[in-house]
Nanobody, 127 residues
Framework: QVQLVESGGGLVQAGGSLRLSCAAS????????MGWFRQAPGKEREFVAA????????FYANSVKGRFTISRDNAKSTVYFQMNSLKSEDTAVYYC????????????????????WGQGTQVTVSS
């Protein structure tokens, strides 16, 4: 059974940083684009960032562009999410997910394109 396990969430003051990790198991990691989504209380799950299979391409939501960085290490089957200059509106549960579709399909922002999801990790930013 495929597993995606996020870690690294927590409580941080506004302006601070966190680094999330998502470790995959029983998954041919290098054939999946990977994405990070988040869901705040009472809101729908929203796209935050994605990275192509070999890490050559990345894409970010406008709300995090320039502050957050997605990266991956295929040898470790792990995707990372460096979050800097955090704001209170970044407070949410963050999920990593695996998308089997090719990067050029443009599906990386679509929650329905992802086959596998982690359990989520809470990020709380205090103002």
């Amino acid at each position: 059974q495929v597993q995606l396990v996020e870690s690294g969430g927590g409580l941080v003051q506004a302006g601070g940083s966190l680094r999330l990790s998502c470790a995959a198991s029983r998954l041919t990691f290098s054939i999946y684009s990977m994405g990070w989504f988040r869901q705040a209380p009472g809101k729908e799950r929203e796209f935050v960032a994605a990275i192509s299979r070999l890490g050559s391409y990345t894409f970010y939501a406008n709300s995090v562009k320039g502050r957050f960085t997605i990266s991956r290490d295929n040898a470790k089957s792990t995707v990372y999410f460096q979050m800097n200059s955090l704001k209170s509106e970044d407070t949410a549960v963050y999920y990593c997910a695996a998308n089997p579709q090719a990067w050029y399909s443009g599906s990386y922002t679509n929650v329905n394109a992802y086959d596998y999801w982690g359990q989520g990790t809470q990020v709380t930013v205090s103002s």
